[in-house]
Structure formats: structure tokens, C-alpha cells
């Protein structure tokens, strides 16, 4: 018998003010205008989840932790702040374990990885084997899933894909209440569920729904995960005479009701509107029904990258993320009907997490850019050149942060890629942005690398205008600290081997590297030493221990 439920939908405006979130009401929730700050933590692989680590170290210990409101992640920053969010108080001294000073790093503390720690996860997350067997063993489109929940849950008792999850006790209660006069009610149970732990920052997962159907195939959506509700918060038609519109978004359902069937009823007569919703029942040739939309869900969802690419050649999920999606609210009052589809890596729209902080109307963002892409100022740059000089087109800096300020190219320079603009003044900001930055970098004689004195970082003012791809609205006035992945000269002076060092400092100089240090801190989210995701132990270590260094000067 398929389970049905009664789950709590959310209508949102076009343009909501930040207190129209359901979150706004929660007992717990960091509200006080001295908390109105936000952390985000961009993909990246293990790379990013590695420097996550090291950075939610630096906020945990700095005491600024107790002051975010929220906590943005997407793709590999979510691999590490789902677990975080989740784990108890006594499990954290487990997860941080192993991250050094870097003056207790020497060649046999950097190879030494602290069993049950999440470096120990990062050290040992292997995929491409794992995915095979779970597909395999007929998990389907939830094998990615079982593969990211076993690398990164598991060893903190968190995989359990039989089991949604809420925010607190409050949250979970009002899900049971809903559910008394349902005719499978028994089958729901307070242990069902996986608690964020209290006192903690609010969770937003970034993801994209993919819609390849039809004559614009390419259509993508930003989806948000958290623990009291996800979907899409604008809503969104895609209109297509050759097949059946498709309708998205609109606000968001109770995470509980996430990829579930219907909705079979509608009811808006209380405060609170609910749909009633079915698990989807087994179906041929799918081994993978009845399952809770879980934490493993939202994290493979939020790292699928090769999805995007799978999906577009017609090959369905090959064991990545599908979920039903039920549109909140509909064109011209159409019917509104659960589809599947392909729910991909939050980088495919928006690779910093950034979007969803503005949404809510946060005044005070920590942004950190955990790049692969090291940064270089433009060709025969100065010091005291201006900022007037600056050429952005030829600045290496990350392009999710250059899409936030001024147009891409696309499609070969036939067109310009607008979606994430969200700044305004955006060429002017952004160029007093990369001045900043060039003030800080020093480039080595070689011109094979560059490095920060203590770390890439600025803090700047900056308004937004309008952007309704992800529902910002013009005219907020935040500061952001930009933090960027960048070697730091201070920390590598501080390493308790100069051997370590020197294979920092002499990057790409010679064939010797012992350490696999020669694009340190800058490895590739994929194929990096020769595999598709791996990274060894003293990569690991140096990491999250470069991290949680600058990140502990960028707050300071």
C-alpha cells in the first residue's frame, strides 16, 4: 500500500519580503537583526568540501557561527554542511578532527588522516566504483544517492534513506498531527525523521531542475532544499506547442512531500495550506519505491555536475538524482500534476549559493569561492594602477562571481549569458572588486602562480537589482566578504616542513611531486590524480588546514 500524506505547501509571491518565509516563524530561528548574516559555500568536489570543513572550523570556533542566520551550500559545499548541520553536539569534535595548524604540519602529520573524521570521508571518496555497484544492485536513480549518503553520512550515523528529515521537534510534531487522519498514519512515526541540530544556522541546499522536453530542452530551474520545506520559489511556465505545458514552482512543499505523487487534494481553508501526496509505488523495472525524500537525496541532487550532460543526450538518470516536482502554483490556474525529472548540481544555475541569502533579504554575507581556477590580475597590471585600468575580460577570476556583476559571453560570443546579474553598477563594483584583489596578489617571477599575503579576501557594499530567475528584489543594500580560494603566502611560512613549503612555492617547476602539491590549493573537481574523485590524504590535510587559516583572517 502506498503511503499517503497531508504536507504543509507554501505560495510565494513574485517578490516576497524576507519575512514571508516559512522559516521566519520557527522557534529557534536566528531572527534578531544582530543575526542577520549568511554563509555560503560554493561546489566544487571534495575540493570545496574540503575547504568547507576548514571554514566551518574557523566560523565554529570564532564564535560568528552563533550569529548566521543562514547557511547556503551547493554542491560539494553542501557534502560537507549537510553532515555538519545534522551530526550531534558530541559528534562534532569527530568531524573537525585531524585539521592542524599549520605548524604542527609536518611531512607525518600531513599524511596522517584521523579515522572517523570527515577528512577521513573526503580521503576515501571514491565514486565511480561504488556507483556501479549500486546500480547494480538495482537501486536505480537513487544509486548516486546511496553512494554520496554511504561516503558522507554514514560514518556519522546519518545515511538512512528511509527517513525524511525537518528542522526541529516543532516541525516534525506539526508533520505528525497532519498526518492523524490519514488512513496509512501508522505508518509515520516521529522516528521517521532526522533533526537539524538546535542552535544551528538555517540550511539552504542549492539544486537545478532539468526540463529536456520539447523544442526548449534546455530549460533549467533553481530548486532549494531545507529542512522545513524545498522546490522553486518563482513560478515558471515552460510554453511549448509541440507538447503539454510544463508548469514549475511557485513556492515550496514540506520537505516531508518532495518527490511525491499528486497533489489528490488541496486544502487552503487554514493558515497553513496542505496537499495530499503519495509516495510513488513500485513501477517496472523500479527497484527504488517507498523511499523518504532524504539527506542523501538533497546532497546527491546538489553535486550530480555530469547529470546535466547525461540528461541531454537522452540517457535519463544513469543512476543520478530524478524526483517528482509538483508546481506550487500554475499558469492561468492550470491543473496542477507531479512530474518527474532530473534534479542536478546547483552549479549548473548558480555555483555560489549566493542567490538565496539575497532572496531572504540578508544585509551581511560571508562568501566562500572554493575555486579550482587560480587567480591572476590581467597582463603587466601595477600596483598603482587604478581601478579605471582594470580589464575584466582579461582577469582570471571565477566566472560564478563575474556572472553576479556583468554579462558572459555565450554560445561562442553569439550571446550573453544574463541570468545571474543581481548587482547594480555591476561594472564598476566588479572592477573596484578586482582592484582589491590585485592589490593583494603577487605574482611569482615565473608567472607560473600567484599568492595572497594572508589570504585572498574584501569586503565591499553592494545593492541588487531585480532578478527574477531567482526572485531578488532591487534595491538591498549588503556587504559582502568575499573570500577566495587562493594560496596564502603567511600560511605556508607558518608549515612546520619547509619541505612542504618549497613544493607549495615551486609549483609546476619540476616532474618530483611527492606530495601532489603542484596545483595546491586549486585541484581539479574531477580526474584529479587520475581518478574521478580523489583526493589523497596530504592533500586533504593541507586543505582544510589552509581553509580554516585564511578564513579565520577573513573574519577576524
Not at 549518503?149 to 521537534?169: A, M
Request: net charge negative; proline share 4%; hydrophobic share 35%.
Amino acid at each position: 500500500m502506498t503511503l499517503t500524506l497531508k504536507v504543509a505547501s507554501y505560495p510565494m509571491a513574485a517578490y516576497s519580503q524576507p519575512n514571508d518565509f516559512p522559516e521566519a516563524s520557527l522557534t529557534g530561528f536566528n531572527n534578531g537583526d544582530e543575526c542577520n548574516i549568511g554563509v555560503t559555500f560554493s561546489g566544487g568536489g571534495t575540493r570545496s568540501a574540503c575547504c568547507t570543513l576548514g571554514q566551518l572550523k574557523a566560523l565554529h570556533e570564532s564564535g560568528v557561527l552563533e550569529r548566521v542566520r543562514y547557511i547556503s551550500a551547493v554542491s560539494g559545499g553542501s557534502w560537507a554542511s549537510v553532515p555538519f548541520l545534522f551530526i550531534s553536539n558530541e559528534q562534532l569534535v569527530h568531524y573537525f578532527a585531524g585539521i592542524e595548524q599549520p605548524n604542527h604540519l609536518d611531512e607525518a602529520t600531513a599524511k596522517h588522516i584521523v579515522p572517523g573524521s570527515f577528512q577521513s570521508c573526503l580521503t576515501n571518496a571514491g565514486v565511480l566504483s561504488r556507483l556501479l555497484a549500486a546500480a547494480l544492485s538495482g537501486k536505480g536513480d537513487e544509486s548516486y544517492a546511496d553512494v554520496i549518503g554511504r561516503i558522507f553520512l554514514k560514518p556519522f550515523d546519518l545515511h538512512q534513506p528511509h527517513k525524511s528529515f525537518t528542522y526541529d521537534q516543532n516541525t516534525r510534531d506539526d508533520a505528525l498531527t497532519r498526518n492523524l487522519e490519514q488512513s496509512q498514519s501508522g505508518r509515520l512515526k516521529a522516528t521517521d525523521f532526522q533533526l537539524q541540530r538546535s542552535n544551528t544556522p538555517y540550511l539552504i541546499v542549492g539544486a537545478t531542475l532539468l526540463n529536456h522536453d520539447g523544442l526548449n530542452f534546455k530549460q533549467k530551474y533553481p530548486v532549494e532544499y531545507t529542512p522545513l520545506y524545498s522546490g522553486i520559489r518563482t513560478k515558471w511556465t515552460d510554453d511549448d506547442w509541440f507538447t503539454p505545458d510544463d508548469h514549475f514552482g511557485g513556492g515550496y512543499i514540506e520537505s516531508l512531500g518532495y518527490d511525491c505523487k499528486g497533489p489528490y487534494r488541496e486544502d487552503r481553508s487554514t493558515a497553513v495550506h496542505t496537499m495530499t501526496v503519495r509516495r510513488s509505488p513500485k513501477q517496472f523495472g523500479d527497484w527504488t519505491n517507498e523511499k523518504a525524500f532524504s539527506l542523501s537525496d538533497i546532497m546527491a541532487s546538489s553535486g550530480a555536475a555530469p547529470q546535466e550532460i547525461t540528461d541531454t543526450l537522452g540517457l535519463r538518470s544513469l543512476g543520478f538524482p530524478e524526483f517528482f516536482h509538483i508546481p506550487i502554483q500554475t499558469k492561468n490556474n492550470a491543473p496542477k500534476v507531479a512530474d518527474e525529472y532530473a534534479h542536478s548540481d546547483g552549479g549548473h544555475m548558480e555555483n555560489l549559493g549566493i542567490m538565496p541569502l539575497l532572496a531572504r533579504g540578508v544585509s551581511r554575507i560571508y562568501v566562500f569561492i572554493n575555486t579550482k581556477c587560480a587567480y591572476f590580475p590581467q597582463d603587466n597590471w601595477q600596483p598603482d594602477s587604478s581601478a579605471s585600468a582594470v580589464n575584466i575580460e582579461k582577469t582570471n577570476i571565477n566566472k560564478s562571481v563575474k556572472a553576479l556583476f556583468v554579462p558572459l559571453r555565450d554560445w561562442f560570443g553569439l550571446k550573453k549569458f544574463e541570468d545571474n546579474l543581481v548587482f547594480k553598477d555591476g561594472r564598476n563594483k566588479l572592477k573596484e572588486l578586482i582592484q582589491a584583489f590585485n592589490q593583494q596578489i603577487t605574482v611569482a617571477n615565473d608567472g607560473l602562480s600567484s599568492y595572497a599575503e594572508e589570504g585572498l579576501f574584501y569586503t565591499q557594499e553592494l545593492e541588487t537589482r531585480k532578478n527574477k530567475v531567482f526572485g531578488v528584489s532591487g534595491g538591498q543594500k549588503v556587504t559582502v566578504t568575499w573570500v577566495y580560494n587562493q594560496r596564502s603566502k603567511a600560511w605556508e611560512d607558518s608549515l612546520a616542513s619547509q619541505e612542504l613549503a618549497d613544493e607549495i612555492r615551486h609549483q609546476k617547476l619540476d616532474e618530483w611531486d611527492p606530495f601532489q602539491l603542484d596545483n595546491f590549493p586549486h585541484y581539479e573537481t574531477f580526474m584529479e590524480n587520475a581518478a574521478v574523485i580523489n583526493l589523497k590524504g596530504v592533500q586533504t590535510n593541507l586543505l582544510a588546514s589552509h581553509a580554516w587559516f585564511v578564513a579565520r583572517k577573513a573574519l577576524s
